[in-house]
């Protein structure tokens, strides 16, 4: 009995060793992505607290949003190849590990949002959920066909590519331990982009956070919304998207771009001394609707006029 005893606390011993070493694999990001952009969205910010289990540890221009438990952690979003290891530093520094991320999100597969997932997922051991028109496109390595940003090329779009573990559906809810994540699929300005949408508590409240994905009508200079072949990326998708995103439950709006929801002023606003949290706002998606709207409006416009 008592060598059972100990062969058992042995065993479970050896298992924590190997778990522990495992969890320590290094972060090796891959080859740094060059655009236009690319260094101005890198920049490292202080990583911070968004509402109660809900933090952001994206870089000054690109959001990765880290949702943790007891039980396990949810990354959602990886920016470009070289924020990799600007996330995994701003996961330390806030005190969390990314070898306790289980669970990696995509919101839609550009090379600016998703470029360092690959790393991520290899220094974590992370499973990966899209959707499913996300999930061709991150086994691709590049914009998917008909993204309407494909007409700037494929080596323009091109990211490490990443296999998707788990496929969803809009309305599927994801669980990490007592975490429950909602995906709403909100196609248009790529396939397969989803909205992501979970319920953060504190002490005193519990908070719907929504992290928004990108609905902006923008595209490469060849592409039409109006003559699209694929209806999830048509004026139609957009449309739709705009009215599933309205229409959410949502005290905190994230979003891929954190100049979508605000967050330079909302850091400002943001004091220690005062209890007033400025990212908590329940017309948030309202708001990002109302105005993703005036962007379809006037690409309709420029449609019907243009060529």
Known sequence: MRRTAFLAGAAAALLSACTSVEQRIPLIPDEPKVCTYCEAWNQPLEPYQIVANTWYVGTAGLASILITSDTGHVLIDGGLPQSAPVIEASIERLGFRLGDVALILSSHAHFDHVGG??????????????????????????????????????????????????????GAVLEVGELRITAHLTPGHTAGGTTWAWESCDATRCYDVVYADSINPVSAPDFRYSRSRNPAVAFGAVQESIDRVAGLSCDVLLSPHPFYFEMKEKLSARTDASAFNPFVDDRGCRTYAEKTQERLDQRRTAEAGGP
């Open 117 to 170: 997932l690959a790393a991520l997922v290899r220094a974590s051991g992370a499973r990966v959920a899209a959707s499913r028109a996300s999930a061709l496109a991150l086994a691709s390595g590049t914009w998917a066909e008909g993204d309407p940003q494909a007409g700037f090329g494929p080596t323009a779009g091109s990211f490490p590519p990443v296999t998707v573990d788990q496929i969803v559906d809009n």
